[in-house]
């Protein structure tokens, strides 16, 4: 089960597409989202544990959508209604047809100290904090097998559940005064929403062996360094504007290629060998000879005469 150390709470695409990103195609789903799945009515009473909301705002003409954490007063501390709020989320993006990637940002100085403490602490007798643990389990776990091109933007703490959320994204990349750490073990645990297995996938065994075990503060230096993240943003930036536009390398094909070059990678890693390579073939056929692959070699061989 993921938490976060009390002393944290007791102290508590392109510039013109990120403006766009209030206008025209712009779909929002905040703290409007059903109170929890239809498949997950066993998890409602984790709509008792309120406060916060997950807002998504999603734009069908550039394919972008960002998630953001909205419990500011909590350092975006997760609640159960958040959680479930969460799960909906998710469930919505796998159905996005038009999306091609999600940034992943906290409101706010804080990216996510993870689990609401005082939730937490109603639940250490429970067999409510198993189930809680499984709820996050597998919707972080399908966070990071969407079809989508993902990052989490991280501006201030990522601790504990947090730290293990960001690890759900393809990508981290981090500001100047951001730091990630994975606390479990100081609290008496160990990583339970997947982020354990996640980081050591990321950064290898020793390196993960070293962070879990010590809980100590990886800096956007060292987070670069062993390949936890993958850019500092520069100090003054709009963290979602320069995230966008630091995406666009990887967004800039047709919807439908970005969507099945991030399928192969997740059956890549996730799947055995003989279905990975079948699930790759099946991705092919999809997108051969479509508008993509026909403006391509039709450019191509413009260029060879």
Same mark, same amino acid.
């Given at each position: 089960m993921a938490l976060f150390c009390s002393s944290v709470i007791k102290r508590a695409l392109v510039p013109k597409l990120t403006r766009k990103l209030g206008e025209c195609?712009?779909?929002?789903?905040? &703290?409007?989202? !059903?109170?929890?799945?239809?498949?997950?009515? /066993?998890y409602s009473w984790l709509s008792a544990a309120g406060g916060g909301a997950v807002d998504l705002t999603k734009d069908d003409a550039s394919g972008l959508a960002v998630l953001t954490l909205n419990n500011p007063e909590r350092l975006n501390a997760v609640?159960?209604?958040?959680?479930?709020?969460?799960?909906?989320?998710?469930? +919505?993006?796998?159905?996005? %047809?038009?999306? %091609?990637? @999600? =940034?992943? /940002?906290? %409101?706010? /100085? #804080?990216f996510c100290p993870g689990a609401d403490l005082n939730m937490v602490y109603n639940m250490l007798d429970s067999k409510q904090g198993r189930e809680m643990c &499984?709820?996050?389990h597998r919707t972080l776990t399908e966070l990071h097998r969407l079809p989508l091109i993902s990052v989490a933007a991280i501006d201030g703490p990522a601790i504990g559940g947090g730290a293990e959320l960001c690890t759900a994204t393809d990508f981290?990349?981090?500001?100047?005064?951001? +730091?990630?750490k994975f606390v479990q073990a100081l609290l008496g645990i160990v990583p339970g929403w997947g982020g354990g297995t996640r980081l050591?996938?990321?950064?290898?065994?020793?390196? !993960? *062996? +070293? @962070?879990?075990? #010590?809980? /100590?503060? =990886?800096?956007?230096?060292e987070a670069v360094e062993i390949g936890l993240a993958s850019w500092i943003i520069p100090t003054g930036r709009d963290v979602v504007e320069a995230t966008t536009e630091w995406l666009q390398r990887y967004t800039r094909g047709r919807t439908e290629v970005v969507r099945a070059v991030k399928n192969v990678v997740v059956a890549g890693?996730? @799947?055995?060998?003989?279905?990975? *390579?079948a699930k790759e073939a $099946?991705?092919?056929?999809?997108?051969?000879?479509?508008?993509?692959?026909? $403006?391509? =070699? *039709?450019?191509?061989? %413009?260029?060879k005469k």
């Open positions: 195609h712009l779909h929002t789903c905040a &703290s409007t989202c !059903a109170a929890a799945p239809p498949d997950n009515v /066993r609640t159960g209604h958040m959680m479930l709020q969460l799960g909906d989320i998710v469930n +919505d993006l796998k159905e996005w %047809k038009n999306g %091609k990637a @999600l =940034i992943v /940002r906290g %409101k706010g /100085r #804080s &499984s709820f996050m981290r990349v981090m500001t100047e005064r951001a +730091d990630i050591t996938r990321l950064v290898g065994r020793t390196r !993960a *062996l +070293d @962070l879990l075990s #010590s809980g /100590r503060t =990886i800096r956007p230096e890693t996730e @799947l055995p060998v003989e279905e990975a *390579l $099946e991705q092919f056929v999809n997108v051969w000879g479509g508008p993509a692959h026909v $403006e391509a =070699i *039709l450019k191509s061989m %413009k260029h």
